[in-house]
């Protein structure tokens, strides 16, 4: 395996044999899904724990088998706030984002994860989210501790965290740090934040930032793809302004190799929440993608003219604008459910579009989309299956629950 101590971040394609990769196992904050409070953390359905994290072990052993480094987040973002000292700045910057008011129970709070030697422990407990009976205070402090009182959290979970591709993305050498389309998932990118600003393997890398988590428009890891080593995909999506695209793109120009970036407008719908959830890059020339979009599809070419930035509509198939970017003769699409509507649909809402690259024309894909993983191997694609009836409740496949860190390039 590479070296990769010196230079951390190195992702150059979608395909590159991976090397290093970040998950997050999913934990209590799964347990603190209600009913309640499933449309504004953004779940369909409550996943059964302990089955979810069989699942996700499951999906880790794959990796760990087949030469993969799996990092973990919450062990990384423990040891960066050790690393750095900054546990009582985590824990004022973390309260602040918790939309938790100040007062009574904001203190009791604080009191709370201040208390926790461990900091593993508390970045889980901040990851879990707080229980009102968990925090006793006198009643009536204030109008806002006494407000809500039939809802049992206090503060939310972030159930989404398993999710790693969203919150900040790896482009080249650096990190593209997102600010998130929905209030409950901005909070998720301060781990990020402290990851590569105080982790001992990542800060003395200094890391480029590409995007900030504070920018006042939104993009998510789930709408970047790095087709190859001058060439972006990035989707106009539900979770993805586009104006932030423009912003992406005006510094990769500035500070990499990158000359071009092909913004995809897939349409804001939920069920088509990013890119990655349409179309996925599987091998050097084949793709995979969700037919509904095909005839709905814009393509726009951005790119750097006397340091403005440029931008073109695309009026080719889409075949022959990939084929283009990439300066191959042939691109083939892989079309999720084979054109059938009734299977596309369900192996599209059950990621049959969202394939994880572990190297050239091999995949990581869930089992239950049997339809479209036939295709894939009738053209030739080698498949890891694995189950994801309890991961995929929270609408995500193999490569949203992976951010690489590294890649072979090639």
């Known amino acids: ?137 006198e009643e009536g402090t204030t109008l806002i501790d006494t407000l809500d009182r039939d809802y049992p959290l206090l503060i939310n979970p972030m159930p989404s965290l398993y999710f790693t591709r969203d919150p900040f993305a790896t482009i080249g050498q650096g990190i593209s740090l997102n600010h998130m389309y929905s209030e409950t998932r901005k909070r998720e990118t301060i ?36 087709l190859s080593e001058d060439v972006l995909a990035i989707g106009i999506s539900q979770r993805t302004d586009a104006r932030s695209i423009e912003k992406l793109a005006k510094n990769v120009f500035e500070d990499t190799d990158y000359s071009q970036v092909l913004a995809f407008l897939i349409g804001s719908n939920r069920k088509f929440m990013h890119l990655d959830t349409v179309f ?8 995979t993608i969700h037919p509904e979009i095909e005839d709905q599809l814009k393509v726009y070419t951005i790119t750097s003219q006397d340091g403005e930035v440029k931008i073109e509509e695309e009026t080719d198939p889409l075949e022959e604008i990939l084929e283009a970017a990439l300066n191959i003769e042939k691109v083939t699409l892989i079309r999720c459910g084979d054109d059938d509507p009734v299977a596309a649909a369900r192996e599209q809402w059950n990621d049959g579009a969202n394939t994880l690259a572990i190297a050239p024309g091999e995949l990581i894909v869930y089992d239950r989309n049997p339809v479209t993983n036939a295709l894939l191997e009738e053209a030739g694609i080698k498949l890891h299956k694995i189950q994801g009836s309890e991961l995929v409740r929270g609408r995500g496949g193999p490569r949203c629950m992976s951010m690489p860190i590294y890649r072979e390039r090639f």
Not at 117 to 136: P, Q
Not at 200 to 207: G, I, L, T
Not at 217 to 225: A, F, N, P, R, S
């Open 280 to 287: 996925t890059m599987v091998d050097y020339d084949k793709f």
């Open 1 to 137: 395996m590479t070296d990769k101590t010196s230079m951390p971040i190195q992702v150059y394609s979608e395909i590159g044999r991976l090397e290093r990769v970040i998950l997050h196992r999913p934990s209590i904050e799964l347990e603190n899904l209600i009913p309640a409070n499933l449309e504004a953390l953004l779940f369909d359905d409550i996943p059964y724990l302990e089955a979810a994290q069989k699942e996700h072990d499951a999906f880790a052993q794959v990796l760990k088998e087949n030469g993969v480094e799996v990092l973990y987040l919450e062990k990384l973002a423990a040891e960066a706030i050790d690393n750095g000292n900054v546990r009582e700045e985590f824990i004022e910057e973390w309260l602040s984002e918790s939309g938790l008011e100040p007062g009574a129970h904001y203190h009791a709070v604080k009191e709370k994860l201040t208390a926790i030697e461990d900091s593993y422990e508390l970045i889980l407990k901040t990851m879990t989210g707080f229980r009102k009976d968990e925090v006793k205070v």
């Open 191 to 226: 781990y990020g934040k402290y990851i590569f600003q105080y982790h001992p393997v990542v800060k003395d890398n200094s890391v480029p930032l590409y995007y900030f988590r504070d920018e006042s428009t939104y993009i998510e890891g789930g709408d970047i793809l790095v």
